[in-house]
T-cell receptor
Framework: AQTVTQSQPEMSVQEAETVTLSCTYD???????LFWYKQPPSRQMILVIRQEAYKQQNATENRFSVNFQKAAKSFSLKISDSQLGDAAMYFCAGPHMDSNYQLIWGAGTKLIIKP | DTAVSQTPKYLVTQMGNDKSIKCEQNLGHDTMYWYKQDSKKFLKIMFS???????INETVPNRFSPKSPDKAHLNLHINSLELGDSAVYFC?????????????FGNGTRLTVT
């Protein structure tokens, strides 16, 4: 069965430190997209970063970067210089085998920032 | 400028009632979605429309009926509400033609059935 697995239900990090959230997925496709979304307490779903599978270079958006390991089907999110505003649920989303219109979502990781 | 807007933001109603949630996007996207997020934060797709055509219809009770009058709107009507329908419902949109874009979400509607 297709799955996206976020093995860390909760993570905590000291403010200004670096934290990595893990995500693994399963697909037989060779070309696809992967996403990380953030959901703060306001409940808004905010796109953090996107990775295109055919690009070998890891995506980066300011303090957010990914470690994309295609062969291992791993897509982890690294947050550098963590800030209090980074506290949120983080969701990883990956390709659905049967539908280009559908994503498979991980269960989420709650990130706590310690001041 | 709100990209994906859904109303209402909060909806409190009694069991057995019928309610609707409206969604509009001004991004020019061709695909719209309804997601349900339960109390454990798990996101589950319910429906998706591409150019007003239903393309995803997951296993949801037929009390839930989506309606897409045009590409920019996707409304969700729920009949005979039950306690288990309490959740946050998200509308989202994306573009499929010319290469998929990320999902853009509305701010969610928290539905509470009492």
């Amino acid at each position: 069965a297709q799955t996206v697995t976020q093995s860390q239900p909760e993570m905590s990090v000291q403010e200004a430190e670096t934290v990595t959230l893990s995500c693994t997925y399963d697909t037989s496709e060779s070309d696809y997209y992967l996403f990380w979304y953030k959901q703060p307490p306001s409940r808004q779903m905010i796109l953090v970063i996107r990775q295109e599978a055919y690009k070998q270079q890891n995506a980066t958006e300011n303090r957010f970067s990914v470690n994309f390991q295609k062969a291992a089907k791993s897509f982890s999110l690294k947050i550098s210089d963590s800030q209090l505003g980074d506290a949120a649920m983080y969701f990883c989303a990956g390709p659905h085998m049967d539908s280009n219109y559908q994503l498979i979502w991980g269960a989420g990781t709650k990130l706590i920032i310690k001041p | 400028d709100t990209a994906v807007s859904q109303t209402p933001k909060y909806l409190v109603t009694q069991m057995g009632n019928d309610k609707s949630i409206k969604c509009e996007q001004n991004l020019g996207h061709d695909t719209m979605y309804w997601y349900k997020q339960d109390s454990k934060k798990f996101l589950k797709i319910m429906f998706s429309y591409n150019n007003k055509e239903l393309i995803i219809n997951e296993t949801v009770p037929n009390r839930f009926s989506p309606k897409s009058p045009d590409k920019a709107h996707l409304n969700l009507h729920i009949n005979s509400l039950e306690l288990g329908d309490s959740a946050v419902y998200f509308c989202a949109s994306s573009r499929r033609t010319g290469g998929p874009t990320p999902l853009h979400f509305g701010n969610g509607t928290r539905l509470t059935v009492t």
